[in-house]
DNA sequence: ATGAAAGCGCTAACAG
DNA sequence: CTGTTAGCGCTTTCAT
């Protein structure tokens, strides 16, 4: 039976005798059917085994049920939480998801922007490249109205709605932490200070030093991508580094534990040598030793609540631009890397 | 500028003075069409800010140039890994994806797959849940002649195309490299044995003891989830053994990182006491200590291989049919974790 | 090499 | 509450 013909709402309705308008509002549970021809169209429907065709619907009502994703890489586990965030939500809402990435190049983000909006999706989510210096690749939805909603990496410049956590006061709450434990001389292992995030982080770390009365010293600011290789040059820095820092604040978990395990090999004692805090919670750093204190922020909830207001937008719930910045809620775990001088607790196990 | 009425072929053919049908077709780079005309056509495309519709044209060619995807979770290494592949290929080919995740539960996966043959996704490709103990939702499918293709988690009933490795092999060497290392007591910790490669790992441990001279005993085959928790009961069950295993091959690097921690916790030493190998040669096993022997497999291939296997299948370049099987490279990673007597190599570094 | 015309399946005025 | 009708934008015979 691999061809037989697909079923259409005008068999339906030469079969219940009744017009294809008809049977097509049924379908649709319109309010000016009744009852009992909309019981015999999905009968119907079901027992011909009818299945809607979304491009003919699309083409009349020209929306396409569609929403893009510009992520700037998926392997990641902060990116595969937010993906399943979003995802739940779109496919709830009855949404498409079309994803891609962008591997971290300005380039291949303005690519697929472009693929995307010649697709015609209904609304777009994004995260920023490392590389992204503007977002001029992101005009065109603008122009259209076509709604676009920003996460994690963002571009605050007031104009697009945002979904982001506290980026300044983790990178102070994380700072403050390793002052607290006494550190006097703590590094920052960074990636490109164009992202907001990494620069907010940044801008925390040195707010938190100030407010302890210490004076920034730029040669502890170490900026690096975020690969293993880079992460083991930049624990190479920090052991020419004289005197040796007694903290570092990392910008991510992964980044912290190839650093840890690079002093550790070199002999550097952690904590008590130097502390280190993370960025993430990733799943590594309660299985690597010491386990990781680190910043924790929910990915899952960041999908969900950007999906939450694009669809919502779009189905007239309300206004994207009312809301223009949406901050989620981000803590401190502290686990063994960064205690120097306490029983280590038993947080976040 | 918000609401520009979109430009179609009639706006470019009245302004070229031609027919709709020959800017169609010029659009198309039919051969029939002048390279003069051509080149006028897409110059007015550009210049007009021509978006092809692609509902029009899927309504018309009754085709979606959609793949769907349907994976047990989205929040995993080897997932994502996939994800990327499929997702580099599908992109290339003009293909949009659609991804459903169906959390491990086989009334999702079955939800997931009714949901995309009524989008009508024109091929899929899918992985199984833990519990799916039939084929039976994909079977509307295989009767409309949409193919699909399973990888990794499959049913290998021989009627289904299929992208795997040999996990009988890869749990064989794995043994086996214990059992070299001087195992005579080596326990197995999996996932439930209705799923393929789960079976599979077990029967290649199975064959590896046999040849060995080694009778199995089924006290030491600990079945679970593949959660922390899980992983946890899993090493203390191990502890509780008499005589204590001499070595573990683990069927999933988290589950075995977790055990690692928990039986050294425990006072063991990895591996003098119990030596240990995963499977999956995730990040995680070379940031743990010991660094985790582990078996790896190309998910990126594998996602590739499928998706291009689809794409050429759809595209008429070359019959599913025909290649009912296909195996992938795999191979075993020797970290410190399962080095009993010898110095430490640095192998996969 | 180009044009005319029909139709993919659905929805939304409008009319009753 | 239901039917009639037109049209969304594209492709594709069939003609020329």
Redesign the pocket.
Known sequence: MAND?????????KRL????????????D?????????KKIFDEAAQMG????????N????KTKTIGLIVHELKSNFITSVLAGIEKVTTEGGYDLIIAHSSESYIKEAANAQNLFHKRVDGLIASLSFDTIDLAHYKPFIDKDIPVIFFDRVEQDGNSTVVIIDNAKCGYIATQHLLNQGCKRIAHITSSLQRNVYSQRYKGYLDALADHGIVADESLLLVSDLSEEASITAAMQVLQMKPLPDGIFVTNDFVAAVCMRTLKEHGVRIPEDIAIVGFNNDAIGKLIEPALSTINYPGNDMGEIAARYLINHLNGVSRITQTNTIVVRSELIVRESSLKNVQAPHYGK
């Open positions: 013909k697909e079923v259409t709402i005008y068999d339906i309705a005798n009744i017009s294809p308008a008809t049977v097509s509002r049924g379908l649709q319109h309010s000016s059917v009744s009852k009992k021809t909309k009818y299945r809607m065709n979304h491009f003919a619907r083409l009349r009502q020209q």
